[in-house]
C-alpha cells in the first residue's frame, strides 16, 4: 500500500539525460491492487519519472471481447480479456486465461520484466524469449511456496494446481531470466543455488510526503481523537499477536486501540471478546486515506511469526508506515532484520508471541508517557528509498545486464 504517486525527481530523471530511453515491459498475471501490484505499479511510475518508456501487460477481471487499454498515473496498461472458469481455478493459472495472453500482442522492448511465478504472465514471457532479443528480467518478491499462502500442503483442486504451476516455475525462472530482482537477500541466495545468473536487492521505495496532521487525519477517519492508536495493515498469520497484546494492556491503557485497514479480519478480532471494542475495523481504504490512516496512528505494528514465509519477505507495510514519520514495532525476522537496523524509527524484538507481547507494552508505555504528537525523521528513509532513487538503481541494473547479454550472444 502506497500514497498516491507524485511527479518524479527531476534530478534523478537528469542523471540518465542524454541516454537513448528503453522500452520496458512489465509482464504481470492480473489486476490485483494489493501487494505486489504496488511494486510493479511504483516502479512503472518512477522509471517513466526517468524518462523510460513503461507498459504494463496484464490481465483485467471482467470478460471483455477484446483488450482495452488504460493509462494509470501516466503509465500506459494494456489489459487483456479474461475467460470463464475463474471460480474453478484462480485467474493466473486458468489455461483460458494462458491461451488468451499468449495471443495478446506484446510491442518489442528492450527489457521485458515479469513480475510473479504464475503462468499467466511466465508462459508468455517464455514465449517471447524464446523468440526475441532484450533483457529478461523476473522479480521474485515473496516465497510463494509455503503454509502461510497454502501451497506447501495444498487442499482442493483449485490450490494443487496453483501449487503444481507455482513449484515449477519459481524452480524454473531463475535459471532462464538475465536479471533476477527481489527485495530479500534470502531468496537472492536461494535464486543463485537454482542458478541464476545474475541477482539484485531492488527494495520498495516510498515518495516523499508531508505527514497529515493526526487528528485532522483521525477525524476524517472516524477515529478517536485522543487515543493512544496502534496501526495494523493488511493480515498475517499473526495478527492474533497483536489482539492479545491489546487484550493483556487494555486495563493498563484505558486510552489504548487498534485502527485495522485492509483484509476483514472480524474472525481473528472476534477471538478477543473483551477487546474487540478497543478495534476500529476500517476496511480497504483507498490511498487518500491510506496516508490519513498512516498519520493518525502513534505506532505501526507488524507482527511476524519465525516462519519460512517471513525468513524470505520485507512488509511493504514496514516502509510505508515510516514515510509518514509513524515509528513501528516489527518482529526481527527476515529482511526486516537488515532493513530495521538501517532506519530510525524502528523497534525489532525476537520472533516470538512472548517477546511481541512484552515489546508491545513496553512500547506503548512510552507512548502514554511521552507526547503523541512525536514524529520519526524520515531523511533517512528518503536518502535510500525515494522511489525514483530505487528506479534508478533498477535502471542500471537493466543496463548491465544488457550488456551482459550482448556479450554473451
Not at 34 to 42: A, D, L, M, S
Not at 110 to 137: E, K, M, N, T
Not at 183 to 193: D, G, K, M, T, V
Not at 359 to 367: K, L, S, Y
Request: proline share 6%; aromatic share 10%.
Amino acid at each position: 500500500m502506497t500514497p498516491a504517486p507524485k511527479a518524479g525527481n527531476p534530478t534523478a530523471a537528469a542523471s540518465h539525460h542524454g541516454e537513448r530511453p528503453l522500452d520496458i515491459a512489465f509482464i504481470v498475471p492480473e489486476d490485483r491492487q494489493t501487494g505486489t501490484y504496488f511494486r510493479f505499479h511504483n516502479l512503472a511510475i518512477a522509471l517513466v519519472a526517468l524518462g523510460q518508456n513503461v507498459t504494463v501487460y496484464s490481465q483485467t477481471n471482467e470478460n471483455h471481447l477484446r483488450t482495452t487499454r488504460q493509462v494509470r498515473d501516466g503509465v500506459p496498461y494494456v489489459f487483456c480479456p479474461t475467460v470463464g472458469g475463474n471460480r474453478v481455478v484462480i485467474s493466473p493459472v486458468n489455461p483460458g486465461n494462458i491461451a488468451r495472453r499468449l495471443i495478446t500482442r506484446i510491442t518489442p522492448a528492450d527489457v521485458y520484466h515479469l513480475f510473479q511465478p504464475y503462468p499467466s504472465g511466465a508462459i508468455p514471457w517464455l514465449a517471447i524469449r524464446a523468440r526475441r532479443q532484450g533483457v529478461f528480467a523476473y522479480d521474485w518478491d515473496d516465497y510463494w511456496m509455503n503454509d502461510e499462502f497454502g501451497l506447501k500442503h495444498p487442499r482442493g483442486l483449485n490450490s494443487h494446481i496453483t501449487s503444481i504451476w507455482v513449484r515449477f516455475l519459481e524452480s524454473y525462472l531463475p535459471s532462464h531470466c538475465d536479471l533476477l530482482t527481489t527485495l530479500s537477500h534470502n531468496i537472492a541466495a536461494l535464486a543463485h543455488r537454482l542458478r541464476c545468473a545474475r541477482t539484485d536487492i531492488v527494495y520498495n521505495g516510498v515518495w516523499e510526503e508531508e505527514p497529515a496532521d493526526r487528528q485532522g487525519a483521525r477525524i476524517r477517519l472516524g477515529l478517536k481523537p485522543g487515543a493512544i492508536y496502534a496501526g495494523m495493515m493488511g493480515w498475517s498469520g499473526e495478527a492474533d499477536w497483536a489482539m492479545e497484546a491489546l487484550d493483556a494492556c487494555m486495563h493498563e491503557f484505558p486510552d489504548l486501540r487498534i485502527a485495522w485497514c485492509g483484509k476483514d479480519t472480524t474472525a481473528v478480532v472476534n477471538r478477543f471478546p473483551a477487546a474487540r471494542s478497543r478495534v476500529d475495523l476500517l476496511g480497504f481504504l483507498p490511498s487518500s486515506r491510506l496516508a490519513d490512516f498512516r498519520s493518525a496512528m502513534d505506532i505501526g505494528l507488524i507482527p511476524m511469526g519465525d516462519t519460512e514465509f517471513n525468513q524470505y519477505r520485507l512488509p511493504y507495510k514496514l516502509t510505508d508506515f515510516l514515510s509518514s514519520g509513524t515509528p513501528v514495532l516489527a518482529s526481527d525476522v527476515g529482511e526486516t532484520s537488515i532493513v530495521a537496523r538501517q532506519l530510525p524509527g524502528v523497534a525489532v524484538c525476537r520472533p516470538t508471541k512472548q517477546a511481541w507481547l512484552k515489546a508491545f507494552r513496553d512500547r506503548i508505555g512510552i507512548h502514554a508517557r511521552e507526547s503523541h504528537n512525536q514524529r520519526v525523521t524520515t531523511s533517512r528513509l528518503i536518502e535510500m528509498l525515494e522511489w525514483t532513487h530505487v528506479a534508478s538503481k533498477l535502471l542500471d541494473a537493466y543496463k548491465k545486464a544488457r550488456v551482459s547479454s550482448i556479450a554473451v550472444a
